[in-house]
């Protein structure tokens, strides 16, 4: 279908793909008056020449650096989760089906929408990423060597400090421990152990350098158990945090408050949910581990409420609920605009 001849069009939605766009476009009353398929190319030619109207896209890779090229142009252009635009598709699936959907998911008022990351945000957030992997890759390489060690009845303390301390005298073992194979095979293993540490070194400390100095980073280091990692991730996932009203919305955007199902007057709260952003998630959890094991930390204002709640919770759930609280002082600290203090901050972030 193609554009309709003397007809405004008020809405777009746009299914991104990696070289066709398909695109519906709705008039004021929700007519359907646009419905093409463009190429990569031709959607911000196409989208310049059109009089300022709203666009939805799903929150998906290459989105971002359209949101920006859009707005540039005059446009309203938003971002949602693909999972709150699902319920809006009607009959079986298809491209179009899935832009028009769009089209109809971003005119509604209570629709929760993703905030467009800067090219900055972007960069930050794939240092993260590459870091990340690199970690991943590390424990992977790790767990193979103790597992080469244990099938020839080698058991070595758990962390990888002891096994690098004691893998240098493992190698130099008479050949009824190791064959000479399979220490060929472990040196091969522990070379690209110190390759992966030398690159996750790098990318660390191009991180720490970036956090120190951006000022949301340095505002959120004041925070008990929060670091260059943390706060860089944080910012990098949420920018100013402007996308979130107060501090229990961040944390449940985390996944870091309980599952709730519940029925008629039965409110029912399982584990937490889980859903969001699962490397910060993550990160925040090592976080509180940190303070809980570091109880000169608790004197900055968390020692009240830390003593409180470890008479009555497990040292697991206390580990969660601290990251929850964590999670709600970081966000009060970035959004405010100040640095983490002890009374104020802890009445802000709930």
Same mark, same amino acid.
């Given at each position: 279908m193609s554009q309709q001849v003397g007809t405004t069009i008020a809405v777009i939605g746009i299914d991104i793909g990696k070289n066709s766009f398909h695109v519906v476009g709705l008039d004021h009353r929700g007519a359907i008056v646009l419905r093409q398929r463009w190429s990569r190319g031709q959607v911000e030619s196409? @989208?310049?020449?059109?009089?300022?109207?709203?666009?939805?896209?799903e929150a998906c &890779?290459?989105?971002?650096?359209?949101?920006r090229k859009l707005k540039a142009l005059g446009h *309203?252009?938003?971002?949602?989760p693909a999972k709150y635009v699902r319920p809006y598709s009607?009959? %079986?699936?298809? *491209?179009? +089906?899935?832009?028009?959907?769009?089209?109809?998911?971003? %005119?509604? /008022?209570?629709?929760?929408?993703?905030?467009? !990351?800067?090219?900055?945000? @972007? *960069? =930050?957030?794939?240092?993260?990423?590459v870091r990340e992997r690199l970690v991943s890759q590390r424990t992977g390489i790790i767990n193979q060597i103790r597992a080469f060690l244990l099938e020839r009845g080698v058991a070595v303390r758990q962390g990888q400090r002891f096994l690098r301390i004691e893998l240098p005298r493992l190698l130099t073992a008479p050949p009824d421990v190791l064959s000479p194979r399979m220490v060929r095979v472990i040196e091969d293993l522990a070379g690209d152990w110190r390759r992966l540490d030398q690159r996750i070194?790098?990318?660390s400390a191009e991180i720490e350098a970036i956090a120190r100095r951006d000022a949301g980073c340095q505002r959120l280091m004041s925070v008990p158990g929060i670091g260059p990692i943390i706060s860089s991730a944080m910012v990098a996932a949420i920018g100013k945090g402007d996308g979130f009203g107060k501090g229990r919305d961040f944390a449940a955007?985390?996944?870091?408050? /309980? $599952?709730?199902?519940?029925?008629?007057?039965?409110?029912? =709260?399982? $584990?937490?949910?889980?859903?969001?952003? +699962?490397?910060?998630?993550?990160?925040? &959890?090592q976080a509180a581990w940190v303070v809980l094991i570091k109880p000169k930390s608790w004197e900055r204002g968390l020692k009240r409420? @830390?003593?409180?709640?470890? !008479?009555?919770?497990?040292?697991?759930?206390?580990?969660?609920?601290?990251?929850? !609280?964590?999670?709600?002082?970081?966000?009060?600290?970035?959004?405010n605009h100040r640095n983490f203090e002890t009374t104020r901050i802890l009445v802000a972030a709930q």
């Amino acid at each position: 279908m193609s554009q309709q001849v003397g007809t405004t069009i008020a809405v777009i939605g746009i299914d991104i793909g990696k070289n066709s766009f398909h695109v519906v476009g709705l008039d004021h009353r929700g007519a359907i008056v646009l419905r093409q398929r463009w190429s990569r190319g031709q959607v911000e030619s196409r @989208l310049a020449i059109m009089p300022p109207c709203l666009i939805g896209m799903e929150a998906c &890779v290459g989105a971002h650096h359209l949101s920006r090229k859009l707005k540039a142009l005059g446009h *309203d252009a938003r971002l949602m989760p693909a999972k709150y635009v699902r319920p809006y598709s009607k009959g %079986q699936k298809n *491209d179009f +089906r899935d832009a028009e959907a769009i089209a109809e998911a971003v %005119q509604r /008022p209570t629709m929760k929408f993703v905030a467009t !990351k800067t090219a900055d945000q @972007l *960069d =930050l957030q794939a240092l993260h990423r590459v870091r990340e992997r690199l970690v991943s890759q590390r424990t992977g390489i790790i767990n193979q060597i103790r597992a080469f060690l244990l099938e020839r009845g080698v058991a070595v303390r758990q962390g990888q400090r002891f096994l690098r301390i004691e893998l240098p005298r493992l190698l130099t073992a008479p050949p009824d421990v190791l064959s000479p194979r399979m220490v060929r095979v472990i040196e091969d293993l522990a070379g690209d152990w110190r390759r992966l540490d030398q690159r996750i070194e790098a990318l660390s400390a191009e991180i720490e350098a970036i956090a120190r100095r951006d000022a949301g980073c340095q505002r959120l280091m004041s925070v008990p158990g929060i670091g260059p990692i943390i706060s860089s991730a944080m910012v990098a996932a949420i920018g100013k945090g402007d996308g979130f009203g107060k501090g229990r919305d961040f944390a449940a955007w985390l996944g870091l408050v /309980p $599952k709730q199902i519940s029925t008629g007057d039965r409110t029912i =709260l399982g $584990k937490i949910s889980k859903r969001g952003n +699962r490397y910060l998630r993550v990160l925040f &959890v090592q976080a509180a581990w940190v303070v809980l094991i570091k109880p000169k930390s608790w004197e900055r204002g968390l020692k009240r409420w @830390l003593e409180a709640a470890r !008479k009555r919770l497990h040292r697991n759930v206390l580990a969660i609920a601290l990251a929850n !609280k964590l999670a709600r002082i970081a966000w009060s600290v970035l959004a405010n605009h100040r640095n983490f203090e002890t009374t104020r901050i802890l009445v802000a972030a709930q």
